[in-house]
Protein backbone atom coordinates (compact mmCIF):
# COMPACT_ATOMS: atom_id res chain seq x y z
CA UNK A 1 0.00 0.00 0.00
CA UNK A 2 1.07 3.03 -0.97
CA UNK A 3 2.41 5.12 2.38
CA UNK A 4 1.47 8.34 0.66
CA UNK A 5 -2.31 7.49 -0.36
CA UNK A 6 -2.99 5.53 2.56
CA UNK A 7 -5.61 6.79 4.58
CA UNK A 8 -3.68 6.12 7.77
CA UNK A 9 -1.09 7.92 6.69
CA UNK A 10 0.74 10.42 8.75
CA UNK A 11 0.79 14.48 7.68
CA UNK A 12 3.50 14.82 4.47
CA UNK A 13 5.52 17.82 4.13
CA UNK A 14 4.01 20.06 1.52
CA UNK A 15 7.48 20.95 -0.47
CA UNK A 16 9.16 17.41 -0.44
CA UNK A 17 6.04 15.20 -0.18
CA UNK A 18 7.94 12.45 1.47
CA UNK A 19 9.32 13.69 5.11
CA UNK A 20 7.02 13.97 7.74
CA UNK A 21 6.00 17.14 8.97
CA UNK A 22 7.80 18.96 11.67
CA UNK A 23 7.21 22.15 11.33
CA UNK A 24 4.76 25.29 10.15
CA UNK A 25 4.91 28.53 8.24
CA UNK A 26 2.64 30.42 10.09
CA UNK A 27 2.88 33.15 7.16
CA UNK A 28 2.32 30.83 4.12
CA UNK A 29 -0.02 28.46 6.17
CA UNK A 30 2.73 25.89 4.17
CA UNK A 31 3.78 22.44 6.50
CA UNK A 32 7.44 21.65 6.41
CA UNK A 33 9.83 19.27 7.07
CA UNK A 34 13.14 20.73 9.18
CA UNK A 35 15.25 19.79 5.80
CA UNK A 36 12.72 22.36 3.76
CA UNK A 37 12.92 25.04 5.85
CA UNK A 38 15.64 26.61 5.07
CA UNK A 39 14.35 26.54 1.21
CA UNK A 40 11.33 27.83 2.48
CA UNK A 41 12.41 30.65 4.50
CA UNK A 42 15.12 31.67 1.33
CA UNK A 43 11.93 33.70 -0.54
CA UNK A 44 12.78 36.88 1.22
CA UNK A 45 9.73 38.50 -0.09
CA UNK A 46 7.67 37.61 2.77
CA UNK A 47 8.36 37.75 6.64
CA UNK A 48 8.33 34.13 7.49
CA UNK A 49 7.05 32.96 10.77
CA UNK A 50 8.11 29.00 10.82
CA UNK A 51 7.00 27.28 14.03
CA UNK A 52 6.71 23.77 15.43
CA UNK A 53 3.59 22.07 13.63
CA UNK A 54 2.19 21.89 17.23
CA UNK A 55 2.27 25.14 18.02
CA UNK A 56 0.77 26.16 14.19
CA UNK A 57 -1.71 29.37 13.93
CA UNK A 58 -0.33 30.52 17.54
CA UNK A 59 1.92 33.47 15.94
CA UNK A 60 -0.90 36.48 14.69
CA UNK A 61 -0.46 37.30 10.96
CA UNK A 62 -0.69 40.93 10.58
CA UNK A 63 -1.62 41.91 7.43
CA UNK A 64 0.52 43.40 4.36
CA UNK A 65 -0.17 47.36 3.90
CA UNK A 66 -1.66 48.34 0.72
CA UNK A 67 0.70 51.27 0.30
CA UNK A 68 4.04 50.64 1.59
CA UNK A 69 5.80 47.10 0.23
CA UNK A 70 7.44 44.23 2.53
CA UNK A 71 5.29 46.55 5.96
CA UNK A 72 3.21 44.65 8.00
CA UNK A 73 0.63 46.58 9.26
CA UNK A 74 0.41 46.44 13.15
CA UNK A 75 -1.79 49.74 14.13
CA UNK A 76 -5.04 50.92 13.02
CA UNK A 77 -6.76 54.05 12.50
CA UNK A 78 -10.16 54.47 14.00
CA UNK A 79 -11.22 57.36 11.82
CA UNK A 80 -10.00 55.72 8.24
CA UNK A 81 -11.19 52.35 9.16
CA UNK A 82 -8.16 50.58 8.20
CA UNK A 83 -4.84 48.73 8.71
CA UNK A 84 -1.93 50.92 8.76
CA UNK A 85 1.53 50.36 9.12
CA UNK A 86 4.93 52.20 10.98
CA UNK A 87 5.55 54.03 7.51
CA UNK A 88 1.62 55.05 7.05
CA UNK A 89 1.68 56.74 10.65
CA UNK A 90 5.23 58.25 8.98
CA UNK A 91 3.29 59.83 6.49
CA UNK A 92 1.11 61.85 8.18
CA UNK A 93 -1.69 61.22 6.17
CA UNK A 94 -3.18 60.00 9.57
CA UNK A 95 -2.17 63.09 11.68
CA UNK A 96 -5.00 63.78 14.39
CA UNK A 97 -6.34 60.39 14.00
CA UNK A 98 -7.16 58.12 16.59
CA UNK A 99 -4.31 55.27 16.25
CA UNK A 100 -4.89 52.02 18.07
CA UNK A 101 -2.96 48.84 17.79
CA UNK A 102 -4.32 46.50 15.88
CA UNK A 103 -4.26 43.60 18.32
CA UNK A 104 -6.94 45.95 20.81
CA UNK A 105 -9.16 45.44 17.17
CA UNK A 106 -8.61 41.65 16.79
CA UNK A 107 -8.88 40.60 20.63
CA UNK A 108 -12.16 43.25 20.24
CA UNK A 109 -13.85 41.29 16.96
CA UNK A 110 -12.63 38.02 18.19
CA UNK A 111 -14.40 38.66 21.47
CA UNK A 112 -17.76 39.54 18.90
CA UNK A 113 -16.99 36.85 17.17
CA UNK A 114 -17.17 34.04 19.87
CA UNK A 115 -20.03 35.54 21.50
CA UNK A 116 -21.60 34.99 17.60
CA UNK A 117 -20.58 31.89 17.89
CA UNK A 118 -21.97 31.20 21.04
CA UNK A 119 -25.01 32.47 20.55
CA UNK A 120 -25.21 30.44 17.11
CA UNK A 121 -24.12 27.07 18.58
CA UNK A 122 -26.37 27.52 21.70
CA UNK A 123 -29.39 29.44 20.47
CA UNK A 124 -29.89 29.69 17.14
CA UNK A 125 -28.64 26.32 15.68
CA UNK A 126 -30.82 24.19 18.66
CA UNK A 127 -33.82 27.26 18.04
CA UNK A 128 -33.92 25.89 13.93
CA UNK A 129 -33.50 22.76 15.38
CA UNK A 130 -36.73 22.71 17.73
CA UNK A 131 -38.39 24.70 14.54
CA UNK A 132 -37.18 21.60 12.28
CA UNK A 133 -38.67 19.19 15.05
CA UNK A 134 -42.18 21.47 15.48
CA UNK A 135 -42.26 21.26 11.41
CA UNK A 136 -42.44 17.50 10.94
CA UNK A 137 -44.55 17.01 13.88
CA UNK A 138 -46.80 19.04 12.13
CA UNK A 139 -46.20 17.14 8.98
CA UNK A 140 -46.48 13.80 10.64
CA UNK A 141 -50.10 15.02 11.93
CA UNK A 142 -51.80 15.97 8.75
CA UNK A 143 -53.01 12.86 7.57
CA UNK A 144 -54.85 12.57 11.63
CA UNK A 145 -55.92 15.93 11.58
CA UNK A 146 -57.21 15.88 7.91
CA UNK A 147 -58.56 12.12 8.75
CA UNK A 148 -60.52 13.93 11.41
CA UNK A 149 -61.92 16.40 9.17
CA UNK A 150 -62.87 13.79 6.87
CA UNK A 151 -64.07 11.35 9.53
CA UNK A 152 -66.81 14.52 10.66
CA UNK A 153 -67.73 15.07 7.44
CA UNK A 154 -68.13 10.96 6.89
CA UNK A 155 -70.05 10.69 10.28
CA UNK A 156 -72.37 13.83 9.10
CA UNK A 157 -73.19 11.90 5.63
CA UNK A 158 -74.28 8.57 7.10
CA UNK A 159 -76.22 10.70 10.03
CA UNK A 160 -78.46 12.62 6.94
CA UNK A 161 -78.28 9.20 5.31
CA UNK A 162 -79.87 8.10 8.73
CA UNK A 163 -82.46 10.63 8.52
CA UNK A 164 -83.06 10.12 4.81
CA UNK A 165 -83.71 6.46 5.60
CA UNK A 166 -85.69 7.27 8.71
CA UNK A 167 -88.20 10.00 6.58
CA UNK A 168 -88.31 7.86 3.51
CA UNK A 169 -89.31 4.57 5.63
CA UNK A 170 -92.18 6.91 7.61
CA UNK A 171 -93.65 8.35 4.20
CA UNK A 172 -93.71 4.50 3.13
CA UNK A 173 -95.31 3.74 5.89
CA UNK A 174 -98.18 6.67 5.64
CA UNK A 175 -98.14 5.76 2.01
CA UNK A 176 -99.24 1.88 2.95
CA UNK A 177 -101.80 3.34 5.49
CA UNK A 178 -103.65 5.43 2.87
CA UNK A 179 -103.53 2.29 0.54
CA UNK A 180 -105.13 0.29 3.13
CA UNK A 181 -107.94 3.39 3.88
CA UNK A 182 -108.66 3.64 -0.10
CA UNK A 183 -108.71 -0.02 -0.84
CA UNK A 184 -111.00 -0.52 2.38
CA UNK A 185 -113.36 2.01 1.08
CA UNK A 186 -113.28 0.61 -2.66
CA UNK A 187 -113.96 -2.92 -1.25
CA UNK A 188 -116.70 -1.96 0.67
CA UNK A 189 -117.87 0.01 -2.39
CA UNK A 190 -117.86 -2.98 -4.57
CA UNK A 191 -119.65 -5.00 -1.83
CA UNK A 192 -122.65 -2.25 -2.12
CA UNK A 193 -122.74 -3.15 -5.97
CA UNK A 194 -122.77 -6.37 -5.76
CA UNK A 195 -125.35 -6.83 -2.96
CA UNK A 196 -127.32 -4.27 -5.56
CA UNK A 197 -126.87 -6.40 -8.82
CA UNK A 198 -127.74 -9.02 -6.75
CA UNK A 199 -130.81 -7.82 -5.46
CA UNK A 200 -132.19 -6.80 -9.20
CA UNK A 201 -131.14 -9.89 -10.41
CA UNK A 202 -133.85 -11.36 -7.74
CA UNK A 203 -136.37 -8.77 -8.98
CA UNK A 204 -136.30 -9.78 -12.80
CA UNK A 205 -136.73 -13.05 -12.17
CA UNK A 206 -139.83 -11.88 -9.94
CA UNK A 207 -141.22 -9.55 -12.50
CA UNK A 208 -140.52 -12.41 -15.01
CA UNK A 209 -142.75 -14.81 -13.33
CA UNK A 210 -145.57 -11.90 -12.66
CA UNK A 211 -145.55 -11.56 -16.44
CA UNK A 212 -146.08 -15.52 -16.52
CA UNK A 213 -149.25 -15.07 -14.63
CA UNK A 214 -152.79 -14.58 -15.69
CA UNK A 215 -153.96 -14.42 -12.07
CA UNK A 216 -155.05 -10.36 -11.75
CA UNK A 217 -154.54 -10.23 -8.11
CA UNK A 218 -151.02 -10.47 -8.58
CA UNK A 219 -150.57 -7.52 -10.73
CA UNK A 220 -153.05 -5.58 -8.21
CA UNK A 221 -151.19 -6.39 -5.08
CA UNK A 222 -147.81 -5.79 -7.53
CA UNK A 223 -145.24 -3.47 -5.83
CA UNK A 224 -143.22 -0.50 -7.76
CA UNK A 225 -139.97 -1.04 -6.86
CA UNK A 226 -137.86 0.02 -9.48
CA UNK A 227 -138.16 3.75 -8.06
CA UNK A 228 -135.55 2.08 -5.58
CA UNK A 229 -133.12 1.07 -8.28
CA UNK A 230 -133.55 4.06 -10.19
CA UNK A 231 -131.16 5.73 -7.29
CA UNK A 232 -127.88 4.76 -8.38
CA UNK A 233 -125.33 4.24 -5.15
CA UNK A 234 -123.51 6.98 -4.46
CA UNK A 235 -119.81 6.58 -6.73
CA UNK A 236 -117.40 6.25 -3.35
CA UNK A 237 -114.36 7.55 -4.89
CA UNK A 238 -110.50 8.90 -3.87
CA UNK A 239 -107.39 10.81 -5.69
CA UNK A 240 -104.29 9.11 -5.15
CA UNK A 241 -101.94 11.28 -2.75
CA UNK A 242 -99.41 13.42 -4.25
CA UNK A 243 -95.38 13.08 -3.12
CA UNK A 244 -94.13 16.70 -4.08
CA UNK A 245 -90.52 16.54 -4.36
CA UNK A 246 -88.44 19.88 -3.34
CA UNK A 247 -86.60 20.91 -6.00
CA UNK A 248 -82.94 20.27 -5.51
CA UNK A 249 -80.78 23.41 -5.07
CA UNK A 250 -77.17 22.89 -4.69
CA UNK A 251 -76.15 25.79 -3.25
CA UNK A 252 -78.90 26.01 -0.85
CA UNK A 253 -77.95 21.88 0.06
CA UNK A 254 -74.41 23.04 0.98
CA UNK A 255 -75.55 25.40 3.34
CA UNK A 256 -77.76 23.20 5.30
CA UNK A 257 -75.30 20.16 5.57
CA UNK A 258 -72.27 22.11 6.66
CA UNK A 259 -69.84 24.31 5.73
CA UNK A 260 -65.56 23.74 5.38
CA UNK A 261 -63.44 27.00 6.07
CA UNK A 262 -60.81 27.53 2.97
CA UNK A 263 -57.19 26.41 3.92
CA UNK A 264 -55.52 29.36 5.56
CA UNK A 265 -51.81 29.31 4.85
CA UNK A 266 -49.79 32.55 6.07
CA UNK A 267 -46.38 33.06 6.66
CA UNK A 268 -45.63 35.60 9.46
CA UNK A 269 -42.52 37.47 9.81
CA UNK A 270 -42.07 37.19 13.49
CA UNK A 271 -43.65 34.00 13.48
CA UNK A 272 -40.41 32.14 15.65
CA UNK A 273 -39.63 35.20 17.38
CA UNK A 274 -41.36 33.67 20.69
CA UNK A 275 -38.64 30.33 20.31
CA UNK A 276 -35.61 32.30 19.95
CA UNK A 277 -36.25 34.83 22.95
CA UNK A 278 -37.15 31.55 25.51
CA UNK A 279 -33.06 30.66 24.90
CA UNK A 280 -31.48 33.36 23.41
CA UNK A 281 -28.71 35.09 26.13
CA UNK A 282 -29.98 38.38 24.87
CA UNK A 283 -33.84 37.44 25.36
CA UNK A 284 -33.88 40.02 28.28
CA UNK A 285 -33.64 39.86 32.03
CA UNK A 286 -36.00 37.84 33.65
CA UNK A 287 -38.61 39.64 36.05
CA UNK A 288 -37.93 40.02 39.83
CA UNK A 289 -38.10 37.17 41.82
CA UNK A 290 -40.87 37.48 44.26
CA UNK A 291 -41.70 35.11 47.20
CA UNK A 292 -45.04 33.91 48.82
CA UNK A 293 -46.41 35.50 51.87
CA UNK A 294 -46.79 33.19 54.89
CA UNK A 295 -50.53 34.21 55.35
CA UNK A 296 -52.34 35.49 51.88
CA UNK A 297 -54.21 38.44 53.18
CA UNK A 298 -57.46 40.00 51.89
CA UNK A 299 -56.89 43.41 50.87
CA UNK A 300 -60.77 44.62 48.67
CA UNK A 301 -63.65 43.06 48.16
CA UNK A 302 -66.23 44.20 45.74
CA UNK A 303 -70.01 43.01 45.92
CA UNK A 304 -71.04 42.79 41.97
CA UNK A 305 -74.99 42.00 43.09
CA UNK A 306 -75.28 39.37 40.23
CA UNK A 307 -77.55 36.26 41.25
CA UNK A 308 -74.22 33.89 40.53
CA UNK A 309 -71.00 35.49 39.85
CA UNK A 310 -68.97 33.06 36.97
CA UNK A 311 -65.99 35.62 35.74
CA UNK A 312 -63.65 38.28 36.61
CA UNK A 313 -60.95 40.10 34.30
CA UNK A 314 -58.47 42.82 34.68
CA UNK A 315 -58.99 46.53 32.87
CA UNK A 316 -56.01 47.77 34.74
CA UNK A 317 -54.67 48.09 38.96
CA UNK A 318 -58.28 49.91 39.47
CA UNK A 319 -60.81 48.59 37.54
CA UNK A 320 -62.23 44.96 36.59
CA UNK A 321 -64.84 43.25 34.44
CA UNK A 322 -67.39 40.58 35.81
CA UNK A 323 -70.05 38.68 34.28
CA UNK A 324 -72.42 36.11 36.19
CA UNK A 325 -75.87 34.53 35.54
CA UNK A 326 -77.52 37.41 33.08
CA UNK A 327 -76.40 39.32 29.88
CA UNK A 328 -74.85 42.18 31.80
CA UNK A 329 -70.92 42.60 32.11
CA UNK A 330 -70.10 45.12 34.66
CA UNK A 331 -66.82 47.23 34.69
CA UNK A 332 -66.53 48.33 38.63
CA UNK A 333 -64.01 50.36 40.67
CA UNK A 334 -61.34 48.62 42.87
CA UNK A 335 -60.73 50.83 45.23
CA UNK A 336 -64.35 52.36 45.71
CA UNK A 337 -65.99 49.23 44.83
CA UNK A 338 -69.07 51.28 42.68
CA UNK A 339 -70.05 50.19 39.21
CA UNK A 340 -68.37 52.14 36.35
CA UNK A 341 -70.13 50.26 33.29
CA UNK A 342 -72.67 47.85 31.97
CA UNK A 343 -72.81 45.89 28.82
CA UNK A 344 -75.39 43.72 27.55
CA UNK A 345 -74.22 40.65 25.48
CA UNK A 346 -75.97 40.95 21.86
CA UNK A 347 -78.06 37.40 22.83
CA UNK A 348 -78.98 38.61 26.19
CA UNK A 349 -77.42 35.22 27.49
CA UNK A 350 -74.70 34.94 30.18
CA UNK A 351 -71.41 35.29 28.55
CA UNK A 352 -69.13 31.92 29.13
CA UNK A 353 -65.88 33.68 29.98
CA UNK A 354 -64.71 37.15 29.33
CA UNK A 355 -60.72 38.60 28.50
CA UNK A 356 -59.31 42.03 28.42
CA UNK A 357 -57.22 42.47 25.23
CA UNK A 358 -53.75 44.76 25.59
CA UNK A 359 -55.43 47.65 24.54
CA UNK A 360 -57.92 47.37 26.99
CA UNK A 361 -61.18 45.53 24.90
CA UNK A 362 -63.34 43.57 26.58
CA UNK A 363 -63.86 40.44 24.92
CA UNK A 364 -66.39 37.66 25.65
CA UNK A 365 -67.49 34.48 24.29
CA UNK A 366 -71.36 33.60 23.77
CA UNK A 367 -72.28 29.75 23.85
CA UNK A 368 -75.93 30.63 22.69
CA UNK A 369 -74.73 32.26 19.42
CA UNK A 370 -71.51 30.08 19.41
CA UNK A 371 -69.44 33.50 18.73
CA UNK A 372 -66.84 35.16 20.19
CA UNK A 373 -67.37 39.20 20.57
CA UNK A 374 -65.16 42.20 21.32
CA UNK A 375 -66.23 45.55 22.06
CA UNK A 376 -65.46 48.50 20.95
CA UNK A 377 -66.37 52.22 21.96
CA UNK A 378 -69.74 50.06 23.58
CA UNK A 379 -70.67 48.26 20.44
CA UNK A 380 -70.02 44.64 19.45
CA UNK A 381 -68.36 43.13 16.66
CA UNK A 382 -68.33 39.76 15.94
CA UNK A 383 -64.85 38.04 15.55
CA UNK A 384 -65.28 35.38 15.57
CA UNK A 385 -68.60 32.97 14.23
CA UNK A 386 -68.23 28.94 15.15
CA UNK A 387 -70.70 26.23 13.17
CA UNK A 388 -71.59 23.03 15.34
CA UNK A 389 -69.49 24.05 18.05
CA UNK A 390 -69.72 25.94 21.18
CA UNK A 391 -66.81 28.60 22.36
CA UNK A 392 -65.86 28.13 26.40
CA UNK A 393 -63.02 29.66 27.78
CA UNK A 394 -61.11 32.68 26.16
CA UNK A 395 -57.83 34.54 26.78
CA UNK A 396 -55.30 37.12 25.22
CA UNK A 397 -51.53 35.90 24.90
CA UNK A 398 -48.65 38.24 25.20
CA UNK A 399 -48.83 38.59 21.34
CA UNK A 400 -51.87 40.04 20.93
CA UNK A 401 -53.37 36.12 19.55
CA UNK A 402 -57.03 35.06 20.93
CA UNK A 403 -57.17 31.85 22.28
CA UNK A 404 -60.29 29.86 22.33
CA UNK A 405 -61.87 26.64 24.08
CA UNK A 406 -63.34 24.94 21.22
CA UNK A 407 -66.30 21.87 22.26
CA UNK A 408 -67.83 20.33 19.10
CA UNK A 409 -70.90 18.48 19.49
CA UNK A 410 -69.69 14.62 19.22
CA UNK A 411 -66.45 15.42 19.31
CA UNK A 412 -63.41 16.15 22.32
CA UNK A 413 -62.81 19.20 22.77
CA UNK A 414 -59.70 21.90 21.51
CA UNK A 415 -58.14 25.05 22.09
CA UNK A 416 -57.68 27.05 18.94
CA UNK A 417 -55.09 30.36 18.26
CA UNK A 418 -56.49 33.37 16.25
CA UNK A 419 -54.67 35.63 15.29
CA UNK A 420 -57.36 38.63 14.28
CA UNK A 421 -60.26 36.59 11.98
CA UNK A 422 -56.99 34.15 10.81
CA UNK A 423 -57.22 30.63 12.53
CA UNK A 424 -53.28 29.34 13.61
CA UNK A 425 -52.97 26.87 15.65
CA UNK A 426 -55.49 23.57 16.94
CA UNK A 427 -54.19 21.85 19.94
CA UNK A 428 -56.45 18.71 20.40
CA UNK A 429 -54.11 15.59 21.02
CA UNK A 430 -50.92 14.35 22.44
CA UNK A 431 -47.82 12.76 20.53
CA UNK A 432 -49.63 9.39 21.56
CA UNK A 433 -52.84 10.71 18.99
CA UNK A 434 -54.96 10.64 22.68
CA UNK A 435 -57.17 13.42 23.16
CA UNK A 436 -55.71 16.59 25.67
CA UNK A 437 -58.78 17.73 26.93
CA UNK A 438 -62.35 16.30 27.76
CA UNK A 439 -65.14 15.45 25.33
CA UNK A 440 -68.06 17.22 27.77
CA UNK A 441 -68.87 20.84 26.80
CA UNK A 442 -68.32 21.66 30.66
CA UNK A 443 -66.75 24.23 32.32
CA UNK A 444 -63.07 25.32 31.04
CA UNK A 445 -60.55 27.96 30.82
CA UNK A 446 -57.38 28.91 29.79
CA UNK A 447 -54.72 31.22 30.40
CA UNK A 448 -51.18 31.51 28.83
CA UNK A 449 -48.22 31.35 30.92
CA UNK A 450 -45.14 33.86 30.92
CA UNK A 451 -43.23 30.92 29.41
CA UNK A 452 -45.92 30.64 26.68
CA UNK A 453 -47.12 27.19 28.12
CA UNK A 454 -50.89 26.86 27.24
CA UNK A 455 -53.06 25.99 30.20
CA UNK A 456 -56.24 24.57 30.79
CA UNK A 457 -58.35 24.01 33.64
CA UNK A 458 -60.60 21.26 32.68
CA UNK A 459 -63.68 20.42 34.74
CA UNK A 460 -65.04 17.31 33.55
CA UNK A 461 -61.03 15.86 33.56
CA UNK A 462 -60.87 16.52 36.97
CA UNK A 463 -57.41 18.53 35.84
CA UNK A 464 -55.12 21.19 34.79
CA UNK A 465 -53.80 20.34 31.28
CA UNK A 466 -50.31 22.31 30.41
CA UNK A 467 -48.92 22.13 26.63
CA UNK A 468 -46.51 24.11 25.49
CA UNK A 469 -46.33 26.90 22.69
CA UNK A 470 -45.20 23.77 20.33
CA UNK A 471 -48.15 21.52 21.42
CA UNK A 472 -46.51 18.95 23.53
CA UNK A 473 -48.00 18.30 26.60
CA UNK A 474 -45.66 19.20 29.72
CA UNK A 475 -47.74 17.72 32.57
CA UNK A 476 -51.83 17.04 33.57
CA UNK A 477 -52.27 18.52 37.23
CA UNK A 478 -54.80 16.57 39.19
CA UNK A 479 -55.00 18.11 42.90
CA UNK A 480 -52.37 17.96 45.67
CA UNK A 481 -53.10 14.21 46.35
CA UNK A 482 -51.21 14.85 50.08
CA UNK A 483 -53.99 17.21 51.04
CA UNK A 484 -55.98 15.48 54.32
CA UNK A 485 -59.83 16.07 54.34
CA UNK A 486 -60.16 17.16 50.52
CA UNK A 487 -62.62 16.95 48.21
CA UNK A 488 -62.25 16.04 44.75
CA UNK A 489 -60.24 18.59 42.54
CA UNK A 490 -62.77 21.12 41.04
CA UNK A 491 -60.74 23.28 38.82
CA UNK A 492 -62.44 26.43 37.28
CA UNK A 493 -60.79 29.68 36.61
CA UNK A 494 -57.12 29.37 35.23
CA UNK A 495 -54.62 32.27 35.73
CA UNK A 496 -50.80 33.37 35.99
CA UNK A 497 -48.20 35.38 37.15
CA UNK A 498 -44.74 37.36 36.92
CA UNK A 499 -43.43 34.38 38.51
CA UNK A 500 -44.95 31.81 36.30
CA UNK A 501 -47.08 30.37 38.76
CA UNK A 502 -50.29 28.97 37.50
CA UNK A 503 -53.49 29.73 40.21
CA UNK A 504 -56.14 27.91 39.71
CA UNK A 505 -60.05 28.19 41.67
CA UNK A 506 -60.74 25.05 43.38
CA UNK A 507 -64.42 25.49 43.50
CA UNK A 508 -65.60 22.58 45.58
CA UNK A 509 -62.99 22.75 47.96
CA UNK A 510 -62.98 26.27 48.44
CA UNK A 511 -59.35 27.47 47.91
CA UNK A 512 -57.19 28.40 45.10
CA UNK A 513 -54.58 26.31 44.17
CA UNK A 514 -50.42 27.65 43.20
CA UNK A 515 -48.43 25.34 41.07
CA UNK A 516 -45.19 26.23 40.00
CA UNK A 517 -44.54 26.10 35.97
CA UNK A 518 -43.51 22.69 35.68
CA UNK A 519 -46.56 21.39 37.37
CA UNK A 520 -45.76 21.18 41.23
CA UNK A 521 -48.10 21.91 43.90
CA UNK A 522 -46.74 25.34 45.94
CA UNK A 523 -49.44 26.01 48.25
CA UNK A 524 -53.08 27.04 48.79
CA UNK A 525 -54.88 30.14 49.21
CA UNK A 526 -58.42 29.86 51.77
CA UNK A 527 -58.75 33.73 52.81
CA UNK A 528 -62.52 32.56 53.83
CA UNK A 529 -63.22 31.71 49.71
CA UNK A 530 -66.62 30.32 49.10
CA UNK A 531 -67.64 28.29 45.80
CA UNK A 532 -64.17 30.18 44.29
CA UNK A 533 -64.96 30.08 40.28
CA UNK A 534 -63.24 33.35 38.34
CA UNK A 535 -59.89 34.34 38.56
CA UNK A 536 -57.62 36.67 37.12
CA UNK A 537 -54.03 38.73 38.14
CA UNK A 538 -52.87 42.70 37.45
CA UNK A 539 -49.99 43.39 36.37
CA UNK A 540 -48.75 44.20 39.85
CA UNK A 541 -49.71 40.20 41.04
CA UNK A 542 -52.42 41.06 42.91
CA UNK A 543 -55.27 37.85 42.72
CA UNK A 544 -58.81 38.53 42.04
CA UNK A 545 -61.19 35.91 42.72
CA UNK A 546 -64.87 35.92 41.28
CA UNK A 547 -67.03 34.12 44.33
CA UNK A 548 -70.43 32.53 43.08
CA UNK A 549 -71.62 31.77 46.88
CA UNK A 550 -71.79 35.54 47.83
CA UNK A 551 -71.17 36.94 44.34
CA UNK A 552 -67.97 39.04 45.40
CA UNK A 553 -64.71 39.53 44.03
CA UNK A 554 -62.12 39.19 46.87
CA UNK A 555 -58.36 40.76 45.80
CA UNK A 556 -55.80 39.07 47.43
CA UNK A 557 -51.97 39.38 47.97
CA UNK A 558 -50.21 36.53 48.33
CA UNK A 559 -46.39 37.45 46.90
CA UNK A 560 -44.28 39.88 48.76
Not at 198 to 215: G, P, V
Not at 281 to 307: M, Q, R
Not at 525 to 546: E, H, R, T, W
Request: proline share 3%.
Amino acid sequence: MDPRTSAQDVMRCDLCETAIVQMHCDTCLVNLCKACVGDHISDESKDHKVVKFQSRKSTLLHPPCTLHDNKRCEMFCEQCNIPICSACIVSKNHSGHNILEIIEIYNTKKMEIESKNEEMRKSIYPTYQDIASDVEKRISQLDKGYEGILTAITNHGEEWHRQIDKLVKKLKEKVDKMKIRHNSALEKHRAEINQRISDIDDEIRKLAKLLESNDISLFTHHENTITKFRKLLPKVDASFPVFTPMKFQEEQFHKLFGKLSTLSLTSEENGYNSKLKQISPEAGSSPPVKKLLNEPETDTTIDTKFGYLYNVACLSDEQIWTAGNNSSMKLFSINEGTLLQTINTESWRSPDAIAVTKIGELVYSDEYEASVNIVKNRKIETVIQLQNSKPKGVCITSSGDLLDIICSIGYNSKVVRYSGLTEKQIIQWDDEGQPLYSYSSGSKYISENKNLDICVSDWNATAVIVVNHAEKLRFRYTGNTSAQNQRKFSPYGITTDSQSHILTADYDNNCVHIIDQDGQFISYIYCGLSQPIGVCIDKNDNLFVALRGNSKVKKIKYLH
